[in-house]
């Protein structure tokens, strides 16, 4: 019996508690995900009870309910008909449910997507002050010809206008004008004022409305002359109130008069408030900030440092590990730390252990696959991008992960005790030599955290041995068509059942979907199958003769009706939703015809892989309750 998407949709909209406990609604390949107000309203079991649900959860703030493909988007087009809601995007539901993360959450979120988009500046001064600074040291002379000045000045750049940098990308950020933003960064770093890294030597006051008001040795008005170089919390918290001042007069303003008294009333108010409060206020917050990391760093000997070298993958994991950049910043700009980053030596031994862990299992690995992926991200780790050992190797295998974790965590301490700094931030592993004050020890900090976490990886991890690739997994039997012109993966069956067989899409290392690393998948809430971890090819073929039933906006998702009408899903990678069809290229629309062996998708291995995401290929037979003896992967040869 046809599902009646309708009367789908309308259970859902009751049983999540009704339009008034909706925030959100969005859907992608195979499920509906919403955002909801209360989660305690939402009935799950009455839910999972609906007539074509297939299952549900939480993830990410997101009530995600499984449908399966072709399915969800007739029963999403109902439930936004039912609910009155507007169609959203992924991305839409992806900012309601951050909107609904925990306040500390939201701001350490807001500090990361600050930091992201200037890194690449950051890291370009920071590698260009070591180079100098190198060539300064190594030959003698180069330091005074014009040559050194012009490349110290080119080096200094981004730090010396630190400030600006940061309000254009907070602007950004909090929905502000960029180049107002911009205006009150350089208004913070104006040459009128003492600069902030000279604050010692004294500087003057203005006091705005005299001395009427005087509060201890503050004059309530007072502004100090005084430049905050070096300093990013003030700044970021100076160009969020200059983004409410300005929305706000922007709404309330006439068009007519909206050009010229909006940025003069938004720059003049922002300024004064900046100078009175914020900056006073945060700049001394910030101090208290780098006094606590100072003590943790080095408090126990080195045992505050060990512990942050543990603790470090995880804030990764979390994505918050960005927001040691405003430490960093700060420890640069201050004379109590000589001017020197001694949290960059922490990140740089947690990221080298994940190196070394990522490199064991890249070495004592028998799956071809598995050795493609662990040797190159290892290599990304070593230069200090670790996302890809982390989340393509260390964290599914989880023992390369606890390696990486004890690696860093002896090496921060080492690091710590050792006095290491460097005078930039943004860059760890191999190319921190370009900023690090002690080379030789550094290098024997790296051997540490990298050894350790290799050695624990390579003696505690062992291998799945249905993992080996060299096993014969599937049987190499024609699927019963003439496949003369068709690759030769096509040549295997990877799922039969009494509806047919279903050929393999692409060639590869087939796992049953029990293993897929996707709780989704590996239920079979969306029907039985395998997850194909992909050899050297990047296109995905047809496995049977079929009409397409969807292509996922996304890109990365197909669905195919095929003989006896199977429904399959065919799935490139996992959580590669959040990609938004980046790498991705189908080669089919809705409705097309597809003969065995056509080539339907193509998708870009090394996007997927710097995404952080598996590109494990989940091939489902979504409506598997409907036939009779399904089997799939090693079962085949039963």
């Not at 609910?83 to 990361?112: F, I």
């Not at 003057?204 to 007072?222: C, E, P, S």
């Not at 309330?252 to 004064?272: A, C, K, N, Q, S």
Request: net charge negative; aromatic share 10%; charged share 15%.
């Amino acid at each position: 019996m046809a599902l009646d998407y309708r009367k789908c949709a309308e259970d859902i909209a009751k049983y999540v508690g009704g339009r008034e406990n909706l925030v959100s609604a969005a859907h992608c390949a195979t499920r509906l995900r919403l955002v909801v107000v209360d989660n305690s309203k939402i009935d799950v079991k009455a839910i999972e009870n609906t007539d074509g649900v297939k299952g549900t959860f939480n993830s990410n703030g997101q009530f995600q309910i499984i449908i399966g493909t072709g399915t969800v988007n007739k029963v999403y087009d109902e439930f936004l008909d039912i609910t009155g809601m507007s169609a959203a995007t992924k991305d839409d539901v992806k900012a309601a449910a951050a909107a609904k993360a925990p306040v500390w959450r939201r701001m350490l979120k807001t500090v990361g997507d600050v930091f992201v988009p200037i890194l690449p500046a950051i890291v370009a001064s920071g590698l260009m002050m070591g180079l100098v600074e190198a060539l300064g040291k190594a030959i003698p002379g180069f330091s005074g010809t014009a040559w050194y000045g012009f490349l110290d000045m080119a080096a200094n750049t981004a730090f010396a206008f630190l400030p600006v940098i940061v309000a254009i990308s907070s602007a950004r950020v909090f929905g502000g004008n960029i180049f107002l933003g911009a205006v009150i960064g350089l208004m913070m770093v104006h040459p009128n004022l003492t600069n902030g890294w000279n604050a010692a030597q004294g500087y003057d006051v203005w006091y705005m409305f005299g001395h009427a008001l005087k509060i201890g040795n503050y004059t309530f008005g007072q502004i100090n002359q005084l430049g905050y170089q070096g300093h990013v919390i003030p700044v970021i918290m100076a160009v969020w109130l200059m983004s409410q001042i300005e929305k706000w007069l922007h709404k309330h303003i006439p068009e007519i008069l909206d050009l010229f008294i909006v940025p003069l009333v938004t720059v003049l108010l922002t300024g004064l408030v900046t100078f009175m409060f914020i900056g006073p206020v945060f700049s001394t917050a910030e101090t208290y900030i780098l006094k606590f990391a100072e003590w943790l760093v080095t408090v126990g000997y080195g045992v505050g440092a060990a512990a942050m070298g543990a603790l470090y993958p995880f804030t990764v994991v979390m994505g918050l590990h960005h927001m040691y950049n405003v430490i960093e910043a700060g420890m640069l700009s201050s004379a109590e730390f000589n001017n020197l980053n001694i949290w960059m030596p922490i990140a740089s031994a947690a990221n080298f252990a994940q190196f070394g862990a990522c490199l064991a299992v890249g070495i004592k690995t028998k799956n071809a696959k598995r050795r493609s992926v662990a040797v190159p991200s290892s290599l990304s780790a070593s230069l200090g991008i670790t996302e890809p050992a982390i989340f393509g190797v260390n964290l599914r295998l989880l023992r390369p992960f606890v390696g990486g974790v004890i690696g860093g965590a002896v090496g921060a301490w080492f690091g710590s005790v050792m006095g290491l700094g460097a005078t930039a931030y943004g860059v760890t592993g191999i190319p921190g030599y370009l900023t690090i004050n002690h080379p030789l020890t550094y290098t024997i900090m790296l051997l540490i955290a990298g050894g350790i976490a290799f050695g624990i990886t390579f003696t505690s991890w062992k291998e799945d041995p249905d993992d080996d690739d060299n096993k014969k997994v599937v049987e190499n039997k024609s699927i019963g068509q003439s496949i003369a012109d068709v690759p030769v993966e096509l040549g295997k069956v990877c799922i039969k059942s009494s509806g047919g067989d279903v050929a393999q899409p692409i060639n590869g290392t087939v796992i049953p979907y029990t293993k897929i690393q996707d709780e989704t998948f590996a239920s079979g809430a969306l029907g039985q199958g395998v997850g194909i971890e992909p050899g050297d090819s990047e296109i995905v073929y047809a496995p049977f003769d079929g009409t397409i039933s969807s292509v996922a906006e996304s890109k990365h998702a197909i669905g195919i009706t095929g003989p006896n009408d199977q429904e399959l899903l065919i799935h490139v990678g996992i959580d590669t939703v959040e990609m938004n069809g980046d790498g991705f290229t189908p080669y089919v629309k809705e409705g097309d015809t597809v003969k065995t062996g056509q080539p339907i998708l193509r998708f870009d291995r090394e996007k997927i892989k710097a995404a952080g995401h598996p590109a494990t290929v989940v091939v489902l037979l979504t409506n598997s309750d409907d036939f009779d003896d399904v089997r799939y992967g090693s079962d085949l040869n039963k």
